[in-house]
């Protein structure tokens, strides 16, 4: 009975990670186009962002996984955090002396404490209690990550994209007065979320340097990185994830600018029910549209599509305990290029719709893919974790590609590249469509 209450009491703490990292992660969605305009940036310029923030997974996943092995895993969650409130902090010099150097270093830097936190959380999660139950489990935490990349999109669109940001030339034409005070605005805009992400990352930290953790996986385990790449359906899963990570980021990424793109402005404005979704959302937040620019309102319409991927985990969760999960997933990337097929062969509110309704069945694909990859893999599970997160880098080199098809062929084009991605995945639940988690 005392070993469940711990077990749940864990499952409960480390929840608030998947939470935390889920709604940082999307966060900095709401960074491209603002910084696109504030930079004069091509799309593939602007996705240098994600590029950044992704590709801090590939460089330091292997690395946060000897850290762990060496300090323990409770440690590392604390130095994660503390690494990920630096991040946050940089945001502040970053904003008041606009270069673009310093946000992706702060990007990079908050990336790295993810990291470390997705090594250490992934698999403790998936062996707090029954083995069957695993990928239920982890569905059901990655539920509480998307109630955090549900909540972003808003917060992201009415306090980040809300103003209309000024030309070069605009911001010359200003008188020194005028000036000072635009800037000042524009870098408060970006730091004031940041710095109050950064006092609640500590704020966090500090309940896990009191909680206890059970011990429940021996962190000096003796399995290989060459003992790991020798495992095909670990190193398929490892693709699986880049895939995934690359095709939900991609999407999230461009939502704004593709709605942009698509002349939905009117569109929305046009329709009462719209509005009276987009304010009852800002009215949530404390917040009006009322002269806002029109990036806040399209980027009100971003929340159905990280909302869906809540809504999906919760419901996946229950799915993947009666359902071999293998079978679930491949159904889910299925429904998942259909609508990406429907997005891209309609326009208006069909196209705008089915595009968001993609995050539904994106739900399950993260932990479903990992469970299914680290299942059986006994003393290597611990570097299969760091091979699956290193991953992620998928959410950089992706939305890289298709930030440049996106410059040179449009978006229509761009988004039908994304649909390889889900066939992948396709196939991989498919061929993991028998296996049963133990």
Do not use: H
């Not at 869906?308 to 679930?328: E, W």
């Amino acid at each position: 009975m005392n070993q469940q209450k711990s077990y749940r009491s864990s499952f409960i703490l480390l929840t608030t990670l998947f939470f935390l990292w889920g709604f940082i992660t999307v966060l900095v969605d709401s960074l491209v186009p603002r910084l696109k305009e504030l930079f004069t940036l091509s799309y593939a310029q602007a996705i240098m962002v994600q590029f950044a923030f992704f590709g801090a997974y590939f460089i330091l996943s292997v690395p946060a996984s000897y850290i762990l092995s060496k300090i323990g895993y409770k440690k590392g969650i604390i130095l994660g955090l503390l690494t990920m409130a630096i991040g946050c902090l940089l945001f502040y010099p970053a904003a008041s002396y606009r270069v673009f150097g310093i946000f992706i270093l702060a990007y990079f830097i908050l990336a790295g404490g993810i990291t470390i936190l997705q090594v250490a959380a992934n698999p403790f999660v998936t062996v707090l209690g029954s083995e069957e139950g695993a990928s239920s489990r982890l569905n059901l935490s990655q539920a509480f990550n998307s109630l955090g990349t549900a909540i972003a999109p808003p917060v992201g669109a009415l306090f980040i994209l809300s103003d209309r940001i000024k030309t070069e030339t605009e911001i010359a034409n200003l008188t020194s007065e005028a000036k000072q005070l635009y800037l000042s605005a524009e870098a408060s805009a970006v730091q004031k979320p940041f710095l109050g992400l950064a006092v609640f990352i500590i704020l966090i930290a500090s309940i896990f340097f009191f909680a206890r953790l059970p011990k429940l996986i021996d962190e000096t385990l003796t399995g290989t990185y060459s003992g790991a790449f020798k495992n095909k359906n670990l190193m398929f899963g490892v693709l699986g994830i880049f895939f995934y990570v690359g095709a939900e980021v991609s999407i999230g990424s461009f939502l704004v600018n593709y709605f942009q793109d698509m002349n939905m402005v009117p569109i929305i404005r046009e329709s009462s029910a719209l509005m009276n979704i987009a304010d009852a959302v800002a009215t949530m937040f404390f917040k009006s549209l009322d002269g806002t620019d029109e990036k806040a309102l399209l980027g009100i319409f971003v929340i159905f599509y990280w909302s869906g991927a809540m809504i999906g985990r919760f419901v996946g969760s229950y799915l993947t305990k009666i359902m071999k999960p293998g079978k679930v997933l491949g159904i889910f990337a299925s429904i998942a290029i259909l609508l990406i097929v429907i997005s891209i062969s309609s326009s208006g509110l069909i196209s705008m719709w089915s595009i968001l309704a993609v995050g539904l069945f994106n739900s399950i694909m993260f932990p479903t893919i990992f469970t299914l990859a680290i299942d059986g893999i006994g003393d290597l599970k611990p570097k299969g974790s760091g091979l699956l997160c290193m991953a992620i880098v998928g959410g950089a080199i992706i939305p890289l590609i298709c930030g440049n098809l996106i410059d040179e062929l449009g978006f229509k084009l761009a988004f039908l590249f994304i649909t390889i991605c889900y066939g992948y995945i396709l196939w991989y639940g498919y061929k993991n469509s028998k296996k049963v988690i133990l």
